[in-house]
C-alpha cells in the first residue's frame, strides 16, 4: 500500500482544548509514503454544519424519514494543486508534514452539539487526490463553544411566574405560589437562587419540588422531536394546611453542564428551572421558566463535554 498513514490535527490553544468565535486553529495533515507517488492535490478544508434526521412511523406500512441540515461556514485551501505540467506534484518516500492555518469566523455560530437526532459539528478535514483511485480522507473534531450572546431578551433580568389551583377532591381550599429567580442567565458552577411564596389555603399539606432540567429541540420539515432530562431535584420543607410561607432554595449549576443553544434553526438545547408543588389526591401545580447557561472560562473542557454528551446518549 503506497500511502502508509494519513492524518490531520490540530493544536490545542489552551488547557481544556476547546475554541470560540476569532479563534485561529493551527494544525497539520501527515502523509507517509512508502515509495515515491504522484499527487494531483491535497485539500484542507474546515467546516461548521448541523444535521438533524429521525424516523418516524404511521401505522404498519407508513414509514417517513424527517431531515434538514444548516451550514454555517466551509473554508478549503489547496495544499498542493497542479503543480507539473501532469497536473500532479511528485512526492518522495517517507513521512511528510503539511502544516495548515485556518481563523474561525468571528460571528454568531452555534456551539457543538450531539443528540440522536442531530448533532452541531465544527470538523477539520484532508482529502488526497491521486489520478485513477479514489479519494483518500482524514477528518478530526474541534469543540467550539460560542461567546456568550449577551443581547439575549430579558437575559439578565428577573424572571417571574404564578400558579393558582383549587382543591377539591377530598379537600377543600385552594393553593397559590409565586415563583422569582433574579434573572435568566448563570454560568457553570454558579449559583441559582429560587424564591417560591406558597399559600396553602387547604386543607392538605403541600411540599416544593425544584427541578432543574434540559430540554433538546430538533425541527425538520415542519415537525419537531423533544427530549427532557433532569439534571437536579431538591425538596423544600412542607407547608402545613392553612398556613402561607416563603421558600429559598439555591441550586449549585453543575460546572460540567453545556452551554445553551439558542442559535441554530434545526436544534435547541435550552434549560428550564421547574417549581413543582407535591399534593396528594390531586395534580401537582408547577411553573417553569427558562434559565440560559452561559460559556464560562472555567467551564467544562472538550473531553467533559464529550462526556456529558455521550452520557445522554447512554440515557
Same mark, same amino acid.
Given at each position: 500500500?503506497?500511502?502508509?498513514?494519513?492524518? /490531520?490535527?490540530?493544536?490545542?490553544?489552551?488547557? @481544556?482544548?476547546?475554541?470560540?468565535? #476569532?479563534?485561529?486553529?493551527?494544525?497539520?495533515?501527515?502523509?507517509?509514503?512508502?515509495?515515491?507517488?504522484?499527487?494531483?492535490?491535497?485539500?484542507? %478544508?474546515?467546516?461548521?454544519?448541523?444535521?438533524?434526521?429521525?424516523?418516524?412511523?404511521?401505522?404498519?406500512?407508513?414509514?417517513?424519514?424527517?431531515?434538514?441540515?444548516?451550514?454555517?461556514?466551509?473554508?478549503?485551501?489547496?495544499?498542493?494543486?497542479?503543480?507539473?505540467?501532469?497536473?500532479?506534484?511528485?512526492?518522495?518516500?517517507?513521512?511528510?508534514?503539511?502544516?495548515?492555518?485556518?481563523?474561525?469566523?468571528?460571528?454568531? /455560530?452555534?456551539?457543538?452539539?450531539?443528540?440522536?437526532?442531530?448533532? !452541531?459539528?465544527?470538523?477539520?478535514?484532508?482529502?488526497?487526490?491521486? +489520478?485513477?483511485?479514489?479519494?483518500?480522507?482524514?477528518?478530526?473534531?474541534?469543540?467550539?463553544? +460560542? @461567546?456568550? $450572546?449577551?443581547?439575549?431578551?430579558?437575559?439578565?433580568?428577573?424572571?417571574?411566574?404564578?400558579?393558582?389551583?383549587?382543591?377539591? =377532591?377530598?379537600?377543600?381550599?385552594? /393553593?397559590?405560589?409565586?415563583?422569582?429567580?433574579?434573572?435568566?442567565?448563570?454560568?457553570?458552577?454558579?449559583?441559582?437562587?429560587?424564591?417560591?411564596? !406558597?399559600?396553602?389555603?387547604?386543607?392538605?399539606?403541600?411540599?416544593?419540588? =425544584?427541578?432543574?432540567?434540559?430540554?433538546?429541540? =430538533?425541527? &425538520?420539515?415542519?415537525?419537531?422531536?423533544?427530549?427532557?432530562? $433532569? /439534571?437536579?431535584?431538591?425538596?423544600?420543607?412542607?407547608?402545613?394546611?392553612?398556613?402561607?410561607?416563603?421558600?429559598?432554595?439555591?441550586?449549585?449549576?453543575? &460546572?460540567?453542564?453545556?452551554? +445553551?443553544?439558542?442559535?441554530?434553526? !434545526? !436544534?435547541?438545547?435550552?434549560?428550564?428551572?421547574?417549581?413543582?408543588?407535591?399534593?396528594?389526591?390531586?395534580?401537582?401545580?408547577?411553573?417553569?421558566?427558562?434559565?440560559? %447557561?452561559?460559556?464560562?472560562?472555567? #467551564?467544562?473542557?472538550? @473531553?467533559?463535554?464529550?462526556?456529558?454528551?455521550?452520557?445522554?446518549? $447512554?440515557?
Amino acid at each position: 500500500m503506497t500511502i502508509q498513514n494519513f492524518t /490531520i490535527c490540530y493544536d490545542a490553544i489552551n488547557s @481544556k482544548n476547546i475554541f470560540t468565535n #476569532g479563534d485561529t486553529i493551527t494544525g497539520r495533515i501527515i502523509v507517509e509514503l512508502s515509495k515515491e507517488t504522484h499527487i494531483q492535490s491535497l485539500v484542507f %478544508i474546515a467546516k461548521g454544519n448541523a444535521k438533524v434526521c429521525w424516523s418516524e412511523h404511521y401505522g404498519q406500512n407508513m414509514h417517513v424519514v424527517l431531515w434538514s441540515n444548516e451550514k454555517y461556514y466551509e473554508v478549503k485551501h489547496h495544499i498542493l494543486r497542479e503543480a507539473r505540467r501532469d497536473g500532479t506534484e511528485v512526492i518522495g518516500r517517507g513521512r511528510h508534514v503539511f502544516p495548515f492555518s485556518f481563523k474561525i469566523p468571528d460571528r454568531k /455560530i452555534p456551539s457543538s452539539f450531539k443528540g440522536w437526532e442531530g448533532k !452541531i459539528k465544527h470538523q477539520l478535514r484532508a482529502e488526497l487526490k491521486q +489520478s485513477m483511485r479514489l479519494t483518500k480522507k482524514t477528518k478530526t473534531c474541534f469543540t467550539f463553544v +460560542s @461567546k456568550a $450572546d449577551m443581547d439575549t431578551p430579558g437575559l439578565m433580568e428577573p424572571q417571574y411566574g404564578c400558579k393558582d389551583k383549587p382543591v377539591t =377532591f377530598f379537600a377543600s381550599g385552594n /393553593i397559590s405560589m409565586d415563583v422569582h429567580t433574579e434573572r435568566m442567565g448563570y454560568q457553570q458552577g454558579e449559583g441559582l437562587k429560587v424564591i417560591a411564596e !406558597i399559600s396553602n389555603c387547604s386543607t392538605r399539606s403541600v411540599k416544593p419540588k =425544584f427541578v432543574l432540567y434540559e430540554k433538546k429541540s =430538533f425541527f &425538520a420539515q415542519g415537525r419537531r422531536r423533544v427530549h427532557t432530562n $433532569d /439534571i437536579l431535584k431538591e425538596k423544600g420543607e412542607p407547608v402545613p394546611p392553612s398556613n402561607r410561607q416563603t421558600v429559598t432554595k439555591v441550586l449549585t449549576i453543575p &460546572a460540567e453542564l453545556p452551554p +445553551s443553544i439558542l442559535n441554530c434553526s !434545526i !436544534i435547541k438545547f435550552e434549560y428550564r428551572l421547574k417549581v413543582v408543588l407535591n399534593v396528594s389526591m390531586t395534580k401537582d401545580p408547577e411553573v417553569k421558566l427558562p434559565i440560559v %447557561i452561559i460559556p464560562h472560562k472555567n #467551564g467544562p473542557s472538550s @473531553k467533559e463535554q464529550e462526556a456529558y454528551w455521550n452520557k445522554s446518549l $447512554d440515557t
